[in-house]
């Protein structure tokens, strides 16, 4: 005869594998439901085992109404729909998760929500943008350094359908587009969208741009980069709206992508999970701060009609 053990469900939860603990600071952008369906629905078609949204902070800026009209609305879908404690600061955030997913639309908060979020000694991925200026890109490695604290940040279009098959080794330059519309008076420009495209350019360029040139328009911007090895870099950025798009230039001729590289948020998620995991951010701190030089040299070209601008120290 055979017999069938049954564990007590206290004892089965005890023997299934740890799930990290994660709190969101931001509630006013899509990112925040999504990510958290994601994660926390073992359901979802596209779930991510391993992780599970705990807690959140809501944020929000007053004066930008991408944020205050959402903020409260996506709030109460996490808390109502997913279990997820809205708790009043960051602090309080810190002392129940394992990790941080640093949300908040609004790039200008992202430099003071970090100085908090240091304090935890948690890793932390921060969404695009991550920040609005270069030199709060540049202020929040360097308070991560200083308080030894993992983290990446990135755009979802970075992991696109088909992205690591257009690289190849005979590469001699790539064009991405998208599109880029503007946050007024608040953004360095092309952070607050444009950014997905470029993010896209990196992934396939990697690091080494020297110079800068920005022809500008109404209707769109063409930003092209001249990489160290000889290599051209360009990204098509189009208002008020555009398609994803890239391709890949080589010796033997073109390859390309053209727009079918957005596969929504998924292969990101999985990044992030992965990354909280074994603390080794995806991206490293080195390109994602040339990314952010790339833009500023883009605004100063912009500034100066068009001139090339060499790339500024990050």
Same mark, same amino acid.
């Given at each position: 005869?055979?017999?069938?053990?049954?564990?007590?469900?206290?004892?089965?939860? #005890?023997?299934?594998?740890?799930?990290?603990?994660?709190?969101?600071?931001?509630?006013?952008?899509?990112?925040?439901?999504?990510?958290?369906?994601?994660?926390?629905?073992?359901?979802?078609?596209?779930?991510?085992?391993?992780?599970?949204?705990?807690?959140?902070?809501?944020?929000?800026?007053?004066?930008?109404?991408?944020?205050?009209?959402?903020?409260?609305?996506?709030?109460?879908?996490?808390?109502?729909?997913?279990?997820?404690?809205?708790?009043?600061?960051?602090?309080?955030?810190?002392?129940?998760?394992?990790?941080?997913?640093?949300?908040?639309?609004?790039?200008?908060?992202?430099?003071?929500?970090?100085?908090?979020?240091?304090?935890?000694?948690?890793?932390?991925?921060?969404?695009?943008?991550?920040?609005?200026?270069?030199?709060?890109?540049?202020?929040?490695?360097?308070?991560?350094?200083?308080?030894?604290?993992?983290?990446?940040?990135?755009?979802?279009?970075?992991?696109?359908?088909?992205?690591?098959?257009?690289?190849?080794?005979?590469?001699?330059?790539?064009?991405?587009?998208?599109?880029?519309?503007?946050?007024?008076?608040?953004?360095?420009?092309?952070?607050?969208?444009?950014?997905?495209?470029?993010?896209?350019?990196?992934?396939?360029?990697?690091?080494?741009?020297?110079?800068?040139?920005?022809?500008?328009?109404?209707? #769109?911007?063409?930003?092209?980069?001249?990489?160290?090895?000889?290599?051209?870099?360009?990204?098509?950025?189009?208002?008020?709206?555009?398609?994803?798009?890239?391709?890949?230039?080589?010796?033997?001729?073109?390859?390309?992508?053209?727009?079918?590289?957005?596969?929504?948020?998924?292969?990101?998620?999985?990044?992030?999970?992965?990354?909280?995991?074994?603390?080794?951010?995806?991206?490293?701190?080195?390109?994602?701060?040339?990314?952010?030089?790339?833009?500023?040299?883009?605004?100063?070209?912009?500034?100066?009609?068009?001139?090339?601008?060499?790339?500024? #120290?990050?």
């Amino acid at each position: 005869m055979m017999y069938r053990l049954t564990l007590p469900l206290f004892l089965l939860a #005890a023997l299934a594998p740890a799930q990290i603990r994660v709190g969101i600071v931001g509630t006013d952008t899509s990112h925040a439901p999504a990510f958290t369906s994601m994660l926390n629905d073992p359901n979802h078609k596209e779930h991510v085992p391993g992780a599970r949204v705990v807690a959140a902070y809501k944020g929000g800026s007053k004066d930008l109404p991408s944020s205050w009209d959402r903020v409260d609305k996506y709030a109460a879908e996490l808390q109502s729909k997913w279990g997820v404690e809205i708790v009043p600061d960051i602090a309080t955030l810190l002392t129940k998760v394992d990790a941080v997913l640093l949300e908040s639309v609004d790039g200008r908060i992202h430099l003071a929500q970090f100085r908090e979020i240091v304090k935890g000694g948690k890793p932390v991925f921060i969404d695009k943008p991550l920040a609005s200026t270069f030199d709060d890109a540049r202020e929040i490695a360097r308070l991560a350094r200083e308080n030894n604290v993992r983290w990446f940040s990135t755009s979802s279009l970075r992991y696109g359908a088909n992205m690591d098959a257009l690289k190849r080794p005979d590469m001699t330059g790539a064009i991405t587009w998208g599109p880029s519309p503007f946050e007024p008076s608040h953004h360095l420009d092309l952070s607050w969208y444009g950014i997905h495209a470029v993010e896209m350019l990196y992934a396939l360029m990697g690091t080494g741009c020297v110079e800068v040139t920005r022809t500008h328009t109404e209707g #769109a911007d063409v930003v092209a980069g001249r990489w160290k090895d000889g290599r051209i870099g360009v990204a098509r950025l189009g208002r008020p709206s555009s398609p994803y798009g890239a391709v890949v230039f080589g010796a033997k001729g073109a390859t390309g992508n053209i727009d079918k590289v957005y596969t929504g948020y998924a292969p990101l998620v999985r990044e992030i999970v992965t990354f909280f995991k074994t603390g080794r951010p995806p991206i490293s701190e080195e390109e994602t701060l040339e990314l952010f030089a790339f833009m500023e040299a883009a605004r100063l070209s912009k500034e100066q009609g068009g001139r090339p601008v060499a790339m500024p #120290a990050h």
